[in-house]
């Protein structure tokens, strides 16, 4: 593999990495949206993501067309010592972002799970009073209620 190659190689993974800086920053902001029940803003965050993911695939054809399908191991056991230390350390920085990211991710999905447990829990309790009466004139118990509640779905 060419020095170029080599180079064109290692700018490529630091783009990569520093997307998933960003995404990472965006799952921080999409938790706390998640928390604060800010759905517009989490949308809006989603589509920030979905923009910057589709870049990261973008990048990784050109490090296919590159490299073809070896992976970094691989082509740091044929570079020399200071490409390869490189190549590491950018894999090194890659996977733990990873792994950190998909924590992330799976706390969000807790974190929105748990929300409509409790959506659905409230939506619950309002369609539950079928058999509560109101009060009716001279303050007597008056079932009224035929049945029908304030909300008729679930989320």
């Known amino acids: 593999m060419t020095v170029a190659k080599i180079l064109k190689l290692i700018t490529i993974l630091e783009k990569i990495y520093n997307i998933y800086q960003e995404i990472y920053a965006l799952g921080e902001e999409k938790k706390d949206f998640i928390i604060g029940q800010e759905i517009e803003l989490l ?4 589509q920030k993501e979905e923009s910057l993911l589709s870049k990261i695939t973008k990048l990784e054809e050109k490090r296919i067309e590159l490299v073809g399908e070896r992976s970094l191991s691989e082509l740091m056991n044929n570079l020399d010592s200071n490409y390869g230390e490189k190549l590491n350390d950018i894999k090194g920085k890659l996977t733990k972002l990873v792994v950190d990211l998909e924590g992330l991710n799976q706390l969000n999905n807790q974190l929105i799970k748990d929300s409509l447990y409790l959506t659905n829990l ?8 079928k058999d509560q009466g109101t009060y009716g004139k001279k303050g007597r118990l008056s079932k009224q209620n035929n049945g029908n509640s304030f909300i008729n779905h679930k989320a």
């Open 122 to 129: 409230n939506l619950n309790l309002l369609t539950k009073n």
């Open 43 to 46: 949308e809006e965050t989603v």
